[in-house]
């Protein structure tokens, strides 16, 4: 390979693994940041290395460009009002901002900018995979740098948190899990590889160093899988692995049957012996099996009804936060209350990008996989590589079944470079009457996606930082958000308050669907002294959040500050939180915490008597 290339896959490589290092990317500012290199590393490529454009272009052809553009318009749809059942009924409490399906356009919106990202990488893969050598660089660079994370994941979680699930930098082991599957996938490919180049018998003379390295990698993949104790992801894991290994025996002869028979049989020995102090934890969650499904099958259940109520365009891409809060009732409050995704990849494509929406996302992942599919027949590595990617997408559609791994940006991320390398097509040496010309195209899209990618990057980059650019046209909700907080902790002037109701009203209007942007523009009302159009906006707090858990303790607040000025409407739904409340474990406790804050007498002298009279009623209750 040429140096531009090492160095290209070598930046690809490290952006990626940034990507997971950096808690998987999952902060909306730290996504709207590795957007941005995603987009610059497309540019950068194009414009540097003279192989890169050779590659022909594919953004009109059917497919990925024309598909996926067809993807953006579907998803996008959903900012519209154009739709069986028209507006959601959330944006009649505006006046003046129109309607829309979706019930949070600035998540939406930063979500079509996170895809349009992701199609960066994606080219980028694509055309770093458009010679066989550096595709295959590429995905063993790749596996090796994710086994070395792996490796010290292991001896982090081992030192430091022995006794919990692995979780690493991604805060959910069961979307390690998946990670770990795919690795172990990729890993154990490798290797059976190597025995077939080695003349299909397992002698140590024969096996050179990529093969004890890919081996050495199945073992830490494989170990980091069985101290996640994800019951998903092992099931997923040993699916694709057969998968693989089946073909791969079908691919190269019996002889390499015994070899993998042999190898999958030393590959379970060693985490057998290696992982024994993850099998309590894993016999342990094994045991509350039952408890696990009911719970899923109640989050499922509550959002399959959430999806009927807008099927075809579903509620807008990143509207789960919100919708989840709508849904939520006495009756599934504990189950609801703390969750930040349907545990269900299919279920949660559905209600936030409605039938037409996964439709186009399936046609795009179904022709994605057909052309992987004609080379898995290939003989060599290229063939192997198809098949261990056809192994690891099972891997991934089946664990995502139970989880959620594939809304983490990291994934997203990995997944996007793994396709696009293993869907590229050679590019052609010369074109008819010379060398073939640059694809501006390509190049004119990257630039766009970067500008557009800054624009949204910026202002969340600087709210992250305690800088304030909320007044760029192009600030999201959370900036809004941030900018809001910041200013009421602040004494305020007549020009401050004047500039924190234009927030507070842009904010709602970004979003009308959240009980927390709602409850900002209560209390800068009540800060402007206009009481009415507080108990109008702390009313329809409530209205669309009725039991939001992640706002008792600042709503309540609120609300008992100002308790005299108050409508008996807003009281009522107040008390009626304060009391779902205190029937939770720990209830009392947080009442009490929340009485110590207020200021107002009479307000504290209102909760104290609420906290008196729910205490009876308990006792009252025990008693008969």
């Known amino acids: 390979m040429q140096t531009s290339e090492g160095v290209a896959i070598g930046a690809l490589v490290a952006l990626v693994l940034a990507e997971i290092v950096a808690f998987g990317a999952s902060d909306v500012a730290m996504t709207s940041i590795f957007g941005v290199l995603q987009a610059a590393y497309l540019l950068i490529l194009l414009s540097t290395c003279g192989w890169a454009r050779k590659v022909p272009g594919v953004l009109i052809a059917p497919w990925p460009g ?49 895809l349009v990202n992701l199609a960066c990488l994606f080219l980028a893969a694509r055309i770093v995979g458009a010679s066989e050598t550096r595709r295959r660089t590429l995905v063993w660079w790749l596996l090796l740098a994710l086994a070395a994370f792996a490796a010290i994941a292991i001896i982090d979680h081992v030192g430091l948190r022995a ?96 070899i993998a028979i042999v190898g999958g049989a030393a590959a379970l020995l060693v985490v057998i012996g290696v992982a024994m ?14 408890g696990d499904v009911a719970t899923r099958k109640a989050i499922f259940d509550a959002h399959w009804q959430a999806f009927l109520a807008s099927p075809w365009f579903g509620f807008g891409l990143g509207s789960f936060p919100i919708v989840n809060q709508l849904i939520a009732t006495t009756e599934n409050l504990n189950v609801l209350f703390d969750v930040r995704a349907t545990h269900n990849l299919y279920l949660q494509w ?44 099972v891997v991934v559609l089946l664990h995502g079944l139970s989880d959620f791994a594939v ?92 500039r924190l109701e234009d927030l507070s009203r842009r904010e709602v209007a970004l979003r009308p669907g959240s009980g927390a942007a709602w409850l900002r523009k209560a209390a800068v009302d009540f800060q402007r002294g206009d009481i009415a159009a507080a ?65 107002s007498p009479s307000g504290r002298l209102a909760l104290a008597f609420l906290i008196v009279a729910e205490r009876l009623s308990q006792a009252q209750a025990k008693a008969q």
């Open 407 to 498: 809304q983490v940006p990291a994934l997203q991320a990995v997944f996007a470079v793994g396709l696009g390398a293993m869907t590229a097509t050679s590019a052609p040496r010369r074109a008819r009457g010379g060398e073939r010309k640059a694809d501006w195209g390509t190049s004119a899209f990257a630039a766009v996606a970067l500008v557009v990618s800054l624009l949204f990057a910026v202002p969340l980059a600087a709210s992250r930082f305690g800088g304030d650019l909320s007044a760029m046209p192009t600030a999201s909700a959370e900036v809004l958000a941030s900018s809001i907080e910041a200013g009421l902790a602040s004494p305020a002037d007549s020009k401050a308050r004047a």
């Open 277 to 290: 102090r993850s099998a309590d934890l894993t016999a342990a969650r094994l045991e509350h099996l039952d």
């Open 350 to 393: 559905l209600e936030e990008a409605g039938i037409v929406g996964s439709i186009v996302m399936l046609a795009w992942l179904l022709a994605a996989l057909w052309r992987v599919g004609r080379d898995a027949v290939r003989p060599g590595t290229i063939g192997a590589l198809a098949r261990a990617t056809i192994a690891a997408t």
């Open 66 to 114: 024309l598909l996926f553009i067809g993807l953006l318009v579907a998803t996008a749809w959903s900012l519209t009002p154009f739709g069986p059942g028209g507006a959601h009924p959330v944006w009649n409490y505006l006046d003046g901002h129109g309607g829309a399906i979706t019930v949070d356009r600035s998540a939406l919106m930063l979500n079509l900018v996170s």
């Open 535 to 599: 108990n109008i906006a702390l009313g329809r707090s409530f209205a669309v959040a009725p039991l939001q858990t992640s706002l008792f303790r600042s709503r309540t607040r609120l609300a008992y500050e100002h308790w005299p000025e108050l409508s008996e409407t807003v009281r009522e739904q107040v008390v009626y939180q304060a009391r779902t409340e205190f029937g939770r474990p720990g209830g009392e406790g947080r009442l009490r915490s929340v009485v110590g804050t207020i200021n």
């Open 163 to 258: 006794g919990r699930r692995l979780t690493a930098t991604l805060f959910s082991p069961n979307s390690v899990a998946t990670l770990m599957g795919v690795g172990a996938v990729f890993a154990v490919m490798f290797f059976s590889q190597a025995i077939q180049r080695a003349g299909g018998a397992p002698r140590l003379d024969r096996v050179d160093l990529n093969a004890s390295l890919s081996l050495a990698a199945a073992a830490v993949f494989a170990v980091a899988l069985a101290l996640t104790a994800s019951r998903g992801g092992i099931f997923a894991t040993v699916v694709g692995l057969a998968v693989l290994l089946t073909w791969q025996v079908l691919t190269q002869g019996r002889r390499v049957r015994a």
